[in-house]
């Protein structure tokens, strides 16, 4: 089992800057991608950015150019810094991550943290 825990949310004003941080813990070795994905009230669960553990991202068109994520292996955390936020921008965060489990794959994910962009 991993643990994923974010940290960072907060209420903005439009065009300011948060970090959200995410902490692994547990069964962290052969951990490859780790990402942040958002949920808006009334929506589904939607990409934000990923990651993988040789450093490769991938990010959605709504956020490329606003946000960077970024990891630290050897401390198994995530990062996303958000700047330019828009309201648009207001969802919970999750952070999630995928491992390799004999041939297979398992998925894990944070519990959330809130982000509010004020117009």
């Known amino acids: 089992q991993v643990q994923l825990v974010e940290s960072g949310g907060d209420l903005v004003e439009a065009g300011g800057s948060l970090r959200l941080s995410c902490a692994a813990s547990g069964s962290i070795f052969d951990i490859n991608t780790m990402g942040w994905y958002r949920q808006a009230p009334g929506k589904a669960r939607d990409f934000v950015a990923t990651?993988?553990?040789?450093?490769?991202?991938n990010y959605s068109d709504s956020v490329k150019g606003r946000f960077t994520i970024s990891r630290d292996n050897a401390k198994n955390m995530v990062y996303l810094q958000m700047n330019s936020l828009k309201p648009e921008d207001t969802a919970v965060y999750y952070c999630?991550?995928?491992?390799?489990?004999?041939?297979?794959?398992?998925?894990?994910w944070g519990q959330g943290t809130q982000v509010t962009v004020a117009s």
């Open positions: 990651i993988t553990r040789g450093g490769s991202t």
């Open positions: 999630s991550v995928d491992k390799s489990v004999g041939l297979g794959t398992e998925y894990y």
